[in-house]
C-alpha cells in the first residue's frame, strides 16, 4: 500500500482524544505497513515533557487496543514533544525549526499534516499563528485536520471558516465527522449503489419511512462543562446524524469523488423541510436522562454529575422527525433519535418498506413488512427482513431474516473510523471528510431547533429513566404517523 511521507502535527498531545484514538491509530497504520520510516509526529502541549515522557504516554495509549507490541519502542521512537502556549508566537518558531530538523531527519519532503485536537476556541488562533510562522509554506503539502465541535452554531461557525480560510484553501481544510470513517456508514453508498435490488426501490414509493437510533450507554462522564454548552442537539445531530442522513437520501453521484459527493449531500441538506420556532416541537423531542439502573448498576441522573447545572435543561436525548422535500422523498419521514445512558450501546438503520396492496399471507395481527436494517455498531453488517413459509402446516408466512455480519470473526482488526479518516488525510483524499457547504447548511437547520429550546426553558426534565430507550414523547412522534421504533436485530 502506499507509505505517504509526512510530520504529523498533534496540537492538544496530552489530551483525550490524542491518547484514546489518535496514537492507538497511528500505530495500527504503522502495523498494517501503511507508514514508512519516513514519518514524525510530534505532539504540542501546554507544559514541559521530555520526548521519553511522551513517547511513554503513546505506548500507555496502545495498551488494551494492540496486541503483540514488539515494533512498539521503533514506533515510539517517531514522536517527539514541543511544549507550547497556542497563543504565543514564539512558540510557533520553536516548532517550526523542530520540523525543519525533521523533515532532513526523516526525508518527509515538508509534507505536513496539522491535527487541531484542543479547545476549539483556538482552532483560528492557531491557524494564524501557523500561517505567520511560515509553518504552512513548505516544499510539501500542508493540510489540516479541525476536530469538533465546528463552531456552536451558524454564525461562530462561519466565523471560524473564515479564520481558517485566510491560512487554507478548502481543499487543505480536514472537518473530521469520524461518523464517516465507520466501516457501516462508509458502506451506505456501496449497498445502496452496487446492488440492483435496492436502488430501484430506494424512494417514496416503496419505502415507509427510516429510521436512525445512535443511543449510548454512557452519561456526561468528565465532559459536563463542554456538554452543558452543546447537548445533544448540537452534539450528534448537527454532525453525525445528519451526515448519515444526506449519505442515505442522496441521487446517485456522477461518479465517487468527493466533489460529486458532497455536492449530492448538500442537495439533501438543502431539501431537508425548514421549520419555524413555532413548529419545533411537531418534529422534534428533547429529553434528559434522570437516575437509573444500566449495564448491573445504579447511575446519577445527568443534573447530579460533575460540572453540570442541578437546574440544567440541557438535552442528552434528541428525537426528531425529518422531512426532505424533494422528488425522491417527498412523504417519507426520516426518524433519528440519539441519547446518553440509554438501553445499550448501537447504531443502526431501519429502512421500513412500505406494504404490498394485498398480502394474501399478511397475518392482521402481526404485520411484517420487509425491513433493511444497516448495523453501524458495535456490530458491522446487515439484515433483511422477509417472509417466508415455516414448517406450520399452515398457509402462513413468518419473518425470517438474512444476516449479514462483517466483523463478527475478527473485532479487533476492523479498522477504527479514525484510522481510515488520518489515512485518508495523509494521502490527500477528503473524500469522508465534510465540506464547508454541508457544515454550514446543517447548522442553519439546527439553530431554528436550538433557538426555540433555548427560549422555551419550562421543561420537565428529567423525562427518561437512564437505561431506557428515551421519552414518552419520543414513541408519540413515530405513533402520530401510525409507526413505531423497530427493535430489531
Ligand atoms: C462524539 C460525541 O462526537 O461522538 C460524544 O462528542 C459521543 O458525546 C461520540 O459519545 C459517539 O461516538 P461513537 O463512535 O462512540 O458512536
Request: charged residues 25%.
Amino acid at each position: 500500500s502506499t507509505q505517504p511521507k509526512a510530520i504529523v502535527v498533534i496540537f492538544g498531545a496530552t489530551g483525550d482524544l490524542a491518547k484514546r484514538k489518535l496514537f492507538p491509530s497511528l500505530y495500527k497504520l504503522y502495523k498494517a505497513n501503511k507508514l514508512s520510516d519516513d514519518f514524525a509526529v510530534v505532539g504540542v502541549a501546554r507544559g514541559d515533557m521530555s520526548n521519553d515522557d511522551f513517547r511513554q504516554s503513546v505506548i500507555r495509549s496502545t495498551d488494551k487496543i494492540v496486541k503483540g507490541r514488539k515494533d512498539i519502542n521503533d514506533f515510539a521512537s517517531h514522536f517527539y514533544f514541543q511544549a507550547a502556549d497556542v497563543t504565543d508566537k514564539e512558540s510557533f518558531d520553536k516548532l517550526q525549526t523542530l520540523l525543519h530538523k525533521l523533515d532532513g531527519e526523516y526525508q518527509t519532503e515538508g509534507n505536513r499534516m496539522f491535527y487541531l485536537a484542543m479547545a476549539p476556541e483556538f482552532f483560528g488562533t492557531i491557524c494564524e499563528n501557523l500561517k505567520s510562522s511560515g509553518l504552512t509554506s513548505t516544499e510539501g503539502w500542508s493540510r489540516v485536520v479541525i476536530e469538533k465541535p465546528f463552531g456552536h452554531d451558524y454564525v461562530s461557525a462561519k466565523e471560524l471558516n473564515d479564520q481558517i480560510g485566510r491560512v487554507f484553501t478548502e481543499d487543505q481544510v480536514y472537518r473530521i465527522d469520524h461518523y464517516l470513517g465507520k466501516e457501516m456508514v462508509q458502506n451506505i453508498t456501496v449497498i445502496r449503489f452496487a446492488n440492483a435490488i435496492f436502488e430501484e426501490l430506494w424512494n417514496n414509493q416503496y419505502i415507509s419511512n427510516i429510521q436512525i437510533t445512535s443511543s449510548e450507554t454512557l452519561g456526561v462522564e468528565d465532559r459536563g462543562r463542554y456538554y452543558e454548552s452543546s447537548g445533544a442537539l448540537l452534539d450528534m445531530v448537527q454532525n453525525h446524524m445528519l451526515q448519515m442522513v444526506a449519505l442515505l437520501a442522496m441521487e446517485p453521484p456522477i461518479n465517487l469523488t468527493r466533489d460529486e459527493i458532497q455536492s449530492e449531500k448538500v442537495k439533501v441538506l438543502r431539501a431537508l423541510r425548514p421549520f419555524t420556532e413555532e413548529e419545533v416541537d411537531d418534529y422534534f423531542v428533547r429529553g434528559q436522562y434522570g437516575n437509573g439502573y444500566i449495564e448491573d448498576r445504579d447511575v446519577i441522573g445527568y443534573r447530579e454529575e460533575s460540572n453540570v447545572d442541578p437546574n440544567s435543561t440541557t438535552d442528552t436525548f434528541v428525537a426528531a422527525k425529518l422531512m426532505i422535500d424533494n422528488y425522491r422523498w417527498a412523504g417519507v419521514p426520516i426518524y433519528i433519535r440519539t441519547g446518553k445512558r440509554m438501553k445499550e450501546k448501537s447504531t443502526k438503520i431501519v429502512i421500513q418498506f412500505k406494504d404490498l396492496p394485498m398480502n394474501l399471507y399478511r397475518d392482521k395481527n402481526h404485520p411484517h413488512p420487509n425491513l433493511l436494517v444497516i448495523h453501524i455498531q458495535p456490530d458491522e453488517g446487515m439484515t433483511l427482513h422477509l417472509n417466508a413459509q415455516q414448517r406450520t402446516g399452515k398457509e402462513d408466512s413468518l419473518p425470517i431474516q438474512l444476516h449479514y455480519c462483517s466483523n463478527c470473526d475478527d473485532k479487533m482488526n476492523t479498522p477504527e473510523a479514525y484510522e481510515r479518516l488520518l489515512y485518508d488525510c495523509l494521502l490527500g483524499d477528503a473524500t469522508h471528510y465534510t465540506h464547508w457547504d454541508e457544515v454550514s447548511i446543517s447548522w442553519k437547520f439546527v439553530d431554528t431547533i436550538s433557538k426555540a429550546w433555548n427560549k422555551n426553558k419550562e421543561v420537565h426534565f428529567p423525562n427518561y429513566e437512564s437505561g431506557s430507550m428515551g421519552p414518552a414523547a419520543s414513541d408519540e412522534l413515530l405513533a402520530r404517523d401510525g409507526f413505531f421504533w423497530w427493535s430489531v436485530a
